[in-house]
């Protein structure tokens, strides 16, 4: 997966578990609003992972 569709997936899936998150607290719904955090964590390491993989690329390529 390249680094593109690291962060892409990754805010995709921040913002689909921030509405999780929410729905859940105000339906009083706790198992939703966990896979809301859950599901945002997941994004956020997403994109962290395509961060990572530009600073490798960025650092190989001025070798």
Not at 6 to 32: C, P, R, S, Y
Request: hydrophobic share 30%.
């Amino acid at each position: 997966m390249s680094s593109m569709e690291d962060k892409i997936k990754g805010v995709a899936n921040q913002a689909t578990g921030k509405v999780k998150e929410e729905v859940g607290h105000m339906t009083n719904d706790k198992k939703l609003e966990g896979e809301g955090v859950a599901q945002n964590i997941k994004g956020k390491v997403q994109q962290t992972t395509g961060d990572a993989k530009d600073a490798v690329k960025s650092g190989v390529d001025k070798l």
